[in-house]
């Protein structure tokens, strides 16, 4: 079946730090690949996505790139806020088994806290 | 409506009772997912369905879990018999198109249930 891995958390950052986040996974089939995130107190968002191998995905300074030799997504960003603490989930969504709908398989969640 | 809304937010209710959580989806979208979030469990998915169809039931943990879909519109998940385990965040997600893998699902803030 499909699963997904997040490095284990809490992560805990000064801003301007380099972040990344660890994810790997595993599919039947071709999989789109999908960061969202929850901010306190709000509803899952999505922060990016990448639907084919070697696409990279990119908002809000974050960036993560399709690995399908390493069966990767890792999340970065360069340069984190303080507004940027939030917990974070790994998606995927499989395209194999006949079904070709989105259902998501997520990762466990990482939850990220940035100090000024 | 500007996203999806869920209602109530917050149910706390007694062991053995029976609820129903409300999902509006984005207007015109046609694909609908409920989803769990629990602490032991992560993010569980439940059910999907396109139009008022349920094609994947998969996620439904027990018989006492039900939903429905009227309009191709407002969706109902209901509990019978509530147990302390049903204690959850339920999140309902809706997409625009045929529920395809690339989707983006765009979630709404959730129900809270807490079973005593």
């Known amino acids: 079946g499909n699963s997904v891995t997040q490095m284990e958390g809490p992560v805990t950052l000064s801003e301007e730090a380099f972040l990344t986040i660890n994810c790997t996974y595993t599919a039947t089939g071709y999989p789109s690949l999908f960061w969202y995130v929850q901010y306190p107190g709000e509803g899952l968002q999505l922060l990016l996505k990448?639907?084919?191998?070697?696409d990279k995905g990119s908002n809000k300074g974050f960036e993560a790139t399709y690995r399908k030799e390493t069966t990767s997504f890792h999340l970065e960003k360069g340069s984190v806020q303080v507004s940027d603490s939030a917990v974070y989930f790994c998606?995927?969504?499989?395209?194999?088994?006949?079904?070709?709908?989105?259902?998501?398989?997520f990762g466990q969640g990482t939850i990220l806290t940035v100090h000024p | 409506g500007a996203g999806v809304s869920q209602s109530p937010s917050n149910k706390v209710t007694e062991k053995g009772k029976d609820v129903e959580l409300r999902c509006d989806p984005i207007s015109g979208h046609t694909a609908l997912y409920w989803y769990r979030q629990s602490l032991g469990q992560g993010l569980e998915f439940l059910i999907y369905?396109?139009?008022?169809?349920?094609?994947?039931k998969s996620g439904l943990p027990s018989d006492r879990f039900s939903a429905e879909r009227t309009g191709g519109s407002v969706s109902t998940l209901t509990i019978q018999r509530t147990q302390q385990e049903d204690s959850a965040v339920y999140l309902c997600?809706?997409?625009?198109?045929?529920?395809?893998?690339?989707?983006?699902?765009?979630f709404g803030p959730g129900t809270r249930l807490t079973v005593l």
């Open positions: 998606a995927l969504s499989d395209h194999a088994g006949g079904t070709s709908y989105g259902k998501l398989t």
């Open positions: 997600a809706s997409s625009l198109d045929l529920g395809t893998p690339t989707d983006t699902q765009y």
């Open positions: 369905f396109q139009g008022n169809s349920a094609p994947d």
């Open positions: 990448a639907t084919k191998a070697d």
